[in-house]
C-alpha cells in the first residue's frame, strides 16, 4: 500500500500542480487531432489503399537477397557498391541486401548498400554495381515463380551465376525452373515502406489517380470536422507532403489533387469553428526515411541544400496562401527529422529561415519546429534560439517503439506518463523558450489484453499530463484501421474519457482511482 499511496500522491499533487492555463490564439489551448492517412498516406493506416497493386511484396524499398540454387550462394557486392558482383556468401548481410526501385509491375533496378546500382552495361556481360543513377542498362525484368525467380536485363540474355561465383547476363535460353544457374531464390527481408510513392508507382498512374481521389474524398468529410467540434477539440494537425505545391500536376508518381482537399479543409475548419495546423510531413527527398515522409526506399537525402532550398520554397508557399486564413493556427516546418541523418546546425539553419518566411506572409500565425526522432534533447531547440514570437517546440510522446516499453505493465505506463513525461513538461515550459506542444500522441501501448478501464486510465493520464504542455496537443490520429489509434473509436466506445477537458481535475474522481488502484474499480463523474 506504501506504493499505492505513493504514487497516489504523486497523482494529486501534479493534479493540483497543472492547474494553470494559458491562451493560444484565443483557444485555452490546443485540443487537437491529426489527420494522419489522409494527405500523405500511411499504409499501415489504411492497409486496403495497397490491396489492388500486382507484385505488392515488391514495391519500392522493398528488400531482397538472392540466392543461387545451384551454388547455394548470395549474391554479394563488396563494400556495398562500387566493384563487380559475386555469388560467394554463405550468409547474408547488408551486401547481400538489395533495395527495389520499380519501374513497372515486372521491372526492377536493385539498389545496393552504398547506393549504387546494378548494371548490365559491361561488354563482357559481367554485372557490375558501378551505376550512381538508374537508366536501361540498369532495369531488370524479374520472373517469379513460388520463392523462385528468373533475372534479365532489358537488352542481352538472363542473368546467371557462374561456376567461379561470378554474376553474368550472358543465358540465351529460356531456363526452367529447376536448378540451374539463371534461377535464383528470392528472399524478401523487408516490405515495410507504404507511402505515397509505393502507391502511386505501384498501381500506375491511372489506377494511383482512381484510388487517391476516392481516399481523399471519403476519408476525412465535413461530418468528422463536425464530430471534433461536439466532442471537444478545437484544432486539426493536417500532414501533408512537399509535392502539394505542384498541383494539380506534381512530379511523377505523386498525384494531383491534395491541394484541392487542403482547402477544403480550411472551408470545413471555418464552418466548425476549428483551427488548423499545416504539417510538412514529408519533405522533398525525405527527411527520416520513413514511408510517412515518402521516402523511396528508405534513404534519408533532405539534408542537402538543393532540397533544403525547395522545401523553404513549399513553406513560402503554404504561408502565402493560407497566410491571412482566418483557421490558420501555425505552420509545422518539419516533421520528424532523423537524429541519425539531419545534423542539428543544418536543421536549426532550416527553422530560422523557414520561421522568417512565415513571419513574411503573418505576424501572428505560429511557428512550430518539430523535435528530430532518436536520439536527441528536446533542449537542444530550446537553446538554439530560434525565431522571437509565437514559436513552438512540437514533441511526439509514445509508450510505444522502444523496447522498454515492451515489458511494462500498465501501471508501469501511467507511472512513466506522471513520474517522467510531466517533469519533462514542466522543465521545457518553464525555460522561458518556445511553446511546448505534444503534437503526437496516441492512447495504444505494448500491454497485452489491456481491459477497457486501464485504457480509459491510460488516457486520462496522458490527457491530464499534456494538457499542462504550454501551446496544447494533438492526438495521432482521427481514423486508424488500428482501433486503439483511432480518435473516432476511442470516444465512440468511451476507451478514451475525453469532454474538452481533463477529468482528472475532479476530486471525487481522483480519491477513488488512489482508493481502487488495484482493481481499477472507478467512478466516472457525471
Not at 241 to 258: E, R
Request: net charge negative.
Amino acid at each position: 500500500m506504501g506504493g499505492l499511496l505513493g504514487f497516489s500522491l504523486v497523482l494529486l499533487s501534479w493534479v493540483l500542480f497543472s492547474s494553470c492555463h494559458c491562451s493560444v490564439d484565443g483557444l485555452s489551448k490546443v485540443k487537437g487531432v491529426n489527420l494522419g492517412g489522409w494527405l500523405v498516406v500511411e499504409g499501415w493506416i489504411k492497409p486496403s489503399l495497397f490491396d489492388g497493386i500486382p507484385n505488392g511484396d515488391m514495391l519500392d524499398g522493398t528488400q531482397v537477397q538472392l540466392r543461387s540454387v545451384v551454388l547455394n550462394k548470395y549474391i554479394s557486392v563488396a563494400n556495398g557498391g562500387g566493384s563487380n558482383v559475386t555469388v560467394d556468401r554463405d550468409v547474408a548481410s547488408t551486401w547481400e541486401t538489395f533495395r527495389l526501385w520499380r519501374v513497372s509491375e515486372n521491372e526492377f533496378q536493385l539498389r545496393c548498400l552504398g547506393g549504387q546500382f546494378l548494371s548490365s552495361d559491361s561488354e563482357d556481360g559481367l554485372i557490375l554495381a558501378t551505376a550512381k543513377e538508374p537508366l536501361s542498362s540498369e532495369t531488370f525484368y524479374i520472373e517469379r515463380n513460388d520463392g523462385r525467380v528468373h533475372i534479365k536485363p532489358l537488352n542481352g540474355g538472363y542473368v546467371q551465376a557462374t561456376n567461379d561465383h561470378l554474376l553474368i547476363s550472358t543465358y540465351q535460353f529460356q531456363p526452367g525452373w529447376d536448378n540451374n544457374l539463371a534461377t535464383f531464390e528470392l528472399v524478401i527481408v523487408a516490405n515495410n515502406l507504404h507511402g505515397d510513392y509505393q502507391l502511386a508507382n505501384g498501381y500506375g498512374y491511372e489506377k494511383a489517380k482512381m484510388v487517391l481521389e476516392e481516399h481523399r474524398r471519403s476519408f476525412i468529410t465535413a461530418g468528422d470536422f463536425d464530430f471534433l467540434s461536439q466532442h471537444g477539440i478545437n484544432t486539426v494537425r493536417i500532414p501533408v507532403g512537399w509535392w502539394i505545391t505542384q498541383d494539380p500536376y506534381p512530379p511523377s508518381p505523386f498525384i494531383g489533387g491534395s491541394l484541392a482537399a487542403l482547402d477544403q479543409a480550411f472551408s470545413w475548419a471555418k464552418y466548425y469553428g476549428l483551427k488548423c495546423i499545416i504539417d510538412l510531413h514529408a519533405a522533398p527527398g525525405s527527411q527520416n526515411g520513413m514511408e510517412h515522409s515518402a521516402s523511396r526506399d528508405g534513404s534519408v537525402d533532405w539534408p542537402s541544400p538543393e532540397y533544403i532550398t525547395q522545401t523553404l520554397e513549399v513553406i513560402d508557399f503554404m504561408s502565402t496562401r493560407y497566410g491571412g486564413h482566418p483557421s490558420l493556427l501555425g505552420i509545422e516546418l518539419l516533421n520528424e527529422p532523423s537524429a541519425a541523418t539531419v545534423p542539428l546546425d543544418v536543421l536549426v539553419s532550416y527553422y530560422m529561415r523557414g520561421y522568417q518566411i512565415v513571419r513574411n506572409h503573418s505576424s501572428t500565425a505560429y511557428v512550430i519546429f518539430c523535435q528530430r526522432i532518436g536520439n536527441a534533447d528536446p533542449m537542444e531547440l530550446f537553446q538554439a534560439a530560434v525565431g522571437i514570437s509565437n514559436v513552438v517546440v512540437d514533441l511526439h510522446y509514445y509508450n510505444l517503439f522502444d523496447p522498454n516499453f515492451a515489458s511494462m505493465t500498465s501501471t508501469q505506463n501511467i507511472d512513466f506518463i506522471y513520474k517522467m513525461r510531466a517533469p519533462q513538461l514542466q522543465y521545457l515550459k518553464s525555460s522561458n523558450g518556445p511553446l511546448v506542444f505534444v503534437g503526437e500522441w496516441v492512447n495504444e501501448w505494448d500491454v497485452q489484453n489491456a481491459s477497457q478501464s486501464e485504457y480509459q486510465m491510460f488516457g486520462r493520464a496522458q490527457l491530464d499530463v499534456y494538457e499542462n504542455a504550454s501551446f496544447g496537443w494533438s492526438y495521432w490520429t482521427l481514423k486508424n484501421d488500428r482501433m486503439h489509434w483511432d480518435f473516432e473509436w476511442n470516444i465512440q466506445n468511451k476507451y478514451l474519457l475525453f469532454s474538452g477537458s481533463s477529468l482528472l481535475k475532479t476530486p471525487g474522481f481522483l480519491l477513488l482511482l488512489a482508493l481502487g488502484w488495484g482493481t481499477y474499480t472507478i467512478i466516472i463523474p457525471r
